[in-house]
């Protein structure tokens, strides 16, 4: 299949690179400009946990950039690997020269697809989450990559989805298809923004995982932002990921902070997908303002983050605001 995808940032890049080395033809599109610092290639550190590959691969992912897009390109599908706050700018800039190509929208969703489908229609994206994540170091993307979950706005999986589906499973990497896939986005948005909040706080990861108060902290502000996302309707008793932060048992509370530190500490996926955290002030800050604003707006208490609003307001202001795509 002949894929684009938008930029060629952590995301895009493993998936690009995996889609690539299962044969299919991947284009990147980038800024005006940076194709030609890509032109000898983009070199990886891979931590594969796809079953029957092997667990690491070093070398260079020889991509082809480009910094302009056709309606003639012919291109079958689109994986827009944006932040949440910039895919609809992205969507508004891409969906003219797309020509007849489908959307992966491989982000995160908090305000739901209104603007979205002014823009394209249903038929024509899918939502995905990434399972996979890095940072760049010393010029190499340090990475992980596990699987991808995928699903419509809404309903039962289309025919799009089915299709994407069998793209990545092409390229060994497993789907995981949700009948309400906003839904499970919110729960991600929360279970992420929550943490984020009090990780900002404690100034970096090894701070936080090794202090048990600040760790539960973290569990705190995840358990006041899932309140929102529950008080939006979301049964929280269909996702698992969930329990760690609404347990009422202190001894369940104590276990799981103990698997929250290990996890963080000794877990290469773990720690390689949450590398970059901290890597972006206006994407913390965006899901921070996101979740209180709502909360606020349904009458959530949430004493926890509220307490952490001047943490993020001195983390945000270390960068100028800014969007679109690497």
């Not at 973290?218 to 996302?229: D, F, N, P, S």
Request: hydrophobic share 45%.
């Amino acid at each position: 299949m002949r894929v684009l995808v938008i930029g060629a940032g952590i995301i895009g890049s493993i998936y690009g690179w995996a889609l690539a080395e299962g044969g299919h033809e991947v284009v990147h599109l980038v800024r005006p400009g940076r194709a030609a610092g890509l032109r000898e290639g983009l070199a990886l550190d891979v931590f594969d946990r796809r079953k029957g590959r092997p667990k690491s691969f070093r070398g260079l992912y020889r991509l082809k950039a480009v910094e302009a897009l056709s309606t003639t390109d012919g291109f079958a599908l689109i994986v827009s690997p944006v932040k949440h706050y910039a895919l609809v700018q992205t969507l508004e800039e891409i969906a003219p020269c797309a020509g007849a190509a489908d959307f992966l929208l491989l982000t995160q969703n908090w305000q739901g697809t209104k603007e979205v489908d002014a823009i394209l229609p249903r038929t024509r994206y899918v939502y995905g989450d990434a399972k996979a994540g890095g940072t760049f170091w010393r010029s190499t993307l340090v990475a992980a990559l596990k699987a991808l979950d995928i699903g419509p706005p809404e309903g039962e999986p289309s025919t799009l989805t089915k299709k994407v589906a069998e793209l990545f499973a092409s390229a060994g990497i497993p789907t995981r298809t949700h009948p309400d896939m906003l839904h499970y986005l919110w729960v991600q948005f929360a279970v992420s923004g929550g943490p984020w909040a009090a990780l900002v706080h404690a100034g970096n990861f090894d701070v936080l995982v090794k202090d048990r108060r600040l760790a539960s902290l973290a569990l705190e502000a995840g358990r006041e932002c899932l309140q929102i996302v529950q008080r939006r309707g979301v049964d929280l008793g269909r996702y698992p990921e969930t329990r760690p932060f609404l347990t009422n048992s202190t001894l369940l509370g104590h276990f799981y902070g103990w698997m929250f530190r290990r996890m963080f500490l000794h877990d290469e996926y773990t720690k390689r997908c949450s590398a970059h955290a901290l890597g972006d002030p206006v994407e913390v800050k965006a899901f921070y303002d996101d979740l209180v604003g709502t909360g606020r707006a349904l009458g959530v208490a949430m004493p926890v983050m509220e307490s952490l609003a001047e943490d993020i307001r001195r983390f945000a202001s270390t960068v100028d605001t800014k969007c679109g795509y690497p």
